[in-house]
């Protein structure tokens, strides 16, 4: 009874920047991490960005200094500014969050938002 939903996908010329967010609603859960992968047709999701409780944040090699991840824990948010695009960033973006379910046995899994579409044009 989570559910994860991204917005703020679309078209930019190279060089350009977009602010992706994802926000998770339900109820009796606690998020554990919250972050980012992309999907390039024909290739396997990798990991873009992704943010902890404790304060760490991952990225990928291929985005760093050029996007930036933060959290809005009180909006259950996570958005992801992205800046200096290139053609390379044209990809499915998901929204993965770790959650841990309070409703009956505590259960900790993954979540996934539905892909949100960024294309970057040369």
């Known amino acids: 009874q989570v559910q994860l939903v991204e917005s703020g996908g679309g078209l930019v010329q190279a060089g350009g920047s977009l602010r992706l967010s994802c926000a998770a609603s339900?109820?009796?859960?606690?998020?554990?991490?919250m972050g980012w992968y992309r999907q390039a047709p024909g290739s396997k999701r990798e990991l873009v960005a992704r943010?902890?409780?404790?304060?760490?944040?991952n990225y990928a090699a291929s985005v760093k200094g050029r996007f930036t991840i933060s959290r809005d824990k009180a909006k259950n948010t996570v958005y992801l500014q992205m800046n200096s695009l290139e053609p390379e960033d044209t990809a499915v973006y998901y929204c993965n969050a770790d959650i841990t379910r309070l409703s009956g046995a505590y259960y900790r899994s993954d979540y996934w938002g539905q892909g949100t579409q960024v294309t970057v044009s040369s």
């Open positions: 943010v902890f409780n404790v304060g760490s944040i």
């Open positions: 339900g109820s009796a859960f606690v998020i554990n991490a």
